[in-house]
Each structure stands twice: as C-alpha cells, then as structure tokens.
C-alpha cells in the first residue's frame, strides 16, 4: 500500500486542514483583474464532486464569458482494480481524480484539449487551463496540487507503467448525470410542466356531463314508474360506461 505523503511546508501553509486538492493561479494568469477569480482554490476531502462555471450555485463561480454556465467538474472515483494483481484490493480504496469537460470552448490539461462531453485524469503538479483566449491573448490556468495526508490518491504521482494516464476518454452515463445537479444536488434544469390538450380536457367536460344528465333521466324514470333509483340507476350508468 502507499505510504501517505508528507505535505512540504508550501503545502502546508497553503491548505486548510482537510483539503486533499488545491488549485493555485497560474503566474501568467495574473492579468487577469476579475473579482471573481481566486488566486487559490482549496477542495476538502469529504467534497466528492467540485463545480466550476458561471452559474452562482457553482462551488467556483467565475463571472466571465468565456466560461460556460457548467464549465466543468473535479470529481473522485475508486480507483479500477487489476484482477491480475497482488497488490492491489479493494479495501485499500484507492481513488483517481477526473476533470470533466462540460464547457462550450473546451478545457486544456497540460496544453492538451480535453472537450465537452470529456473527461481526463489529474495527476500532482497537472496545469488546467480553463480557457485559453488567443483573440485577446489571455488564459486562465491553476496548478494542480494533491495534499495527499491520507495516502488515498498514491501520493498524486503519475505512475510511469500506466498508459492510460493523460489519455482523453468519453464521459460516461454516470458522468453526464453530473450536468443535472449543482453541488447541493438540486436539479439545475428546472423541468417544464407539460401543456394539457385542451381538445381532450373539453372530450372529458361532454362525456362527464352525459354521464350526469344521463343519470338524472334515468332517476326521474324510475320515480315516475315508483322504483327506487338505487341498483337499477348504478347498473344502468355502468352499462352506459360500456358502451
């Protein structure tokens, strides 16, 4: 099993107690004068799924027209487990972060574009770029920092045997479902309520009318003839349902 990683003093003093990831600005992003830009982002360890984008219910909210309302998200998953392997068990519960591109421009990890409906692994020292603007020459990117206390994330380290590592895959079914729900788990895209046939409503009025005129004749018939309305009116009116 990994050994936990033993934070730097950088590190340290940087993240608040809890963080397993941090994201710092990028020095060339620094030109950028958004009050809504943070220079460092930290995301606790019992946080499973962090949004990004311009929407206010975002856990970072970026108030810029380059980023989309559901930029993109940072999310944990169990790490896949090699049946061939000895070291390896799912009681060690190891786990990979993603980045999930949902964004219209596109994500960029480490100059690579990741594109909506994308995701890609985030390894220790990995630099996102959010956007990458080349009409007004500006980029927003952040450094990647995995405060690996717990041994959970291998330390953050890129594993040299893995192939995999830095290849763009699909996003899958469970990934898309993230798109619906902000990060208190409420659906973002409010359903419509669906619009009622008015021919069918007034179908309904007619016959339940019938029904009830049809019902009164028949009352009347059988207070003239001096029987009461009771069984024959109800078996009547249901053979007229029939019909």
């Known amino acids: 099993m990994h050994s936990p990683k033993t934070p730097t003093t950088e590190e340290t003093n940087a993240a608040p107690p809890g ?9 060339e992003s620094e030109t950028l004068h958004k009050p809504t830009i943070k220079s460092s982002i930290s995301i606790k360890q019992g946080s499973p799924v962090f ?3 311009r929407l206010d219910t975002s856990n970072y909210m970026i108030s810029d027209e ?3 309302k559901l930029h993109c998200v940072i999310t944990k998953k169990r790490h896949p487990i090699q049946t061939e392997s000895i070291y390896e068990s799912p009681a060690m519960g190891l786990e990979d972060v993603w980045l999930l591109d949902f964004s219209t421009n596109g994500c ?6 990741v594109s909506k409906g994308h995701k890609v692994k985030l390894f220790d020292g990995d630099k996102i770029h959010l956007f990458i603007d080349k009409q007004h020459h500006e980029r927003l990117g952040y450094v990647v920092t995995i405060n ?3 041994g959970l994330y291998r330390n953050g ?18 990934d898309k479902k993230l798109m619906l729900f902000n990060k208190r788990g409420v659906e973002q895209h409010v359903r419509q309520p669906q619009k009622k046939d008015p021919s069918s409503d007034a179908a309904s009025d007619i016959e339940n009318l019938e029904m009830i005129v049809g019902k009164r004749k028949i009352d009347a018939e059988d207070k003239v003839a001096g029987q ?4 024959k009116s109800k078996r009547v009116c249901l053979s ?4």
Do not use: A, H, M, W
């Open 19 to 27: 963080t397993f990831l941090t994201l710092n600005l990028l020095t």
């Open 66 to 68: 380059r980023i989309s």
């Open 240 to 243: 007229n349902l029939g019909q």
């Open 157 to 174: 380290v890129r594993p040299k045997d893995d192939v995999t590592c830095g290849l763009v895959e699909l996003q899958d079914r469970f």
């Open 228 to 231: 009461p309305s009771g069984k």
């Open 108 to 113: 960029y990890v480490n100059r690579k574009k």
């Open 51 to 53: 949004y990004i984008g």
């Open 148 to 150: 690996d206390g717990t």
